[in-house]
Antibody, heavy 122, light 108 residues
């Protein structure tokens, strides 16, 4: 079955750029939307961005300007970069898949990675 | 952005209880609402999509209802494995994806 695995540094310094990669195994990326979601410790969930397998993107306006999402279907991976990080960006970062159902846009998230904890600290 | 408000934020219940969680949207989202269960240290798990459709493999004691701006998640008979935090999420294509603040279901 399809599995997602996040990878990247667990510690970033303030003002640096955070980079994470999600590797998709057990299936193809074609035909799906893919997202990044984050969760600060003890808090709720925040959607960051999604990308379609063909490269179409959409970003959370609250983070737009600092976030870039990209996809490499040849490697079965998609990635997130977040620039100018601060302590407020400390969170568990999840990648997730949207199944191709009948929603007019990306559907709910049906498969999630286990998450990657990123701490921003000097 | 569409704001999602869940209530209550915490709920104390016993095994066997019928539990209902409410989610309200700041504007109509049709039926584009999902419910997730999250346990400590784990990723969220999809329970319900399109307001009332049960995700494959999810026990039938979970059900969802509603449309427009008001939605509910019901657990018909609470089981020990159901003590967790539940989130609603809207996916109206004309607005950024947003989540409710979560409802923690605790043992009474």
């Amino acid at each position: 079955q399809v599995q997602l695995q996040e990878s990247g540094p667990g510690l970033e310094k303030p003002s640096e750029t955070l980079s994470l990669t999600c590797t998709v195994s057990g299936g193809s990326m074609t035909g799906y939307y893919w997202s990044w979601i984050r969760q600060p410790p003890g808090k709720g969930l925040e959607w960051i961005a999604y990308i379609l397998y063909n490269g179409d993107t959409n970003y959370n306006p609250s983070l737009k300007g600092r976030v870039t999402i990209s996809v490499d279907t040849s490697k079965n991976q998609f990635s997130l970069t977040l620039s100018s990080v601060t302590a407020a960006d400390t969170a568990m970062y999840y990648c997730a898949r949207h199944p191709p159902r009948d929603a007019p846009g990306p559907d709910a998230f049906d498969i999630w990675g286990q998450g990657a904890m990123v701490t921003v600290s000097s | 952005d569409i704001q999602m408000t869940q209530s209550p934020s915490t709920l104390s219940a016993s095994v066997g209880d019928r539990v209902t969680i409410t989610c309200r949207a700041s504007q109509s989202i049709g039926s584009w609402l999902a419910w997730y269960q999250q346990k400590p240290g784990k990723a969220p798990k999809l329970l319900i999509y399109k307001a009332s459709s049960l995700e494959s493999g999810v026990p039938s004691r979970f059900s969802g209802s509603g449309s427009g701006t008001e939605f509910t998640l019901t657990i018909s008979s609470l089981q020990p494995d159901d003590f967790a935090t539940y989130y609603c999420q809207q996916y109206n294509n004309y607005s950024p994806v947003t989540f409710g603040g979560g409802t923690k279901v605790e043992i009474k």
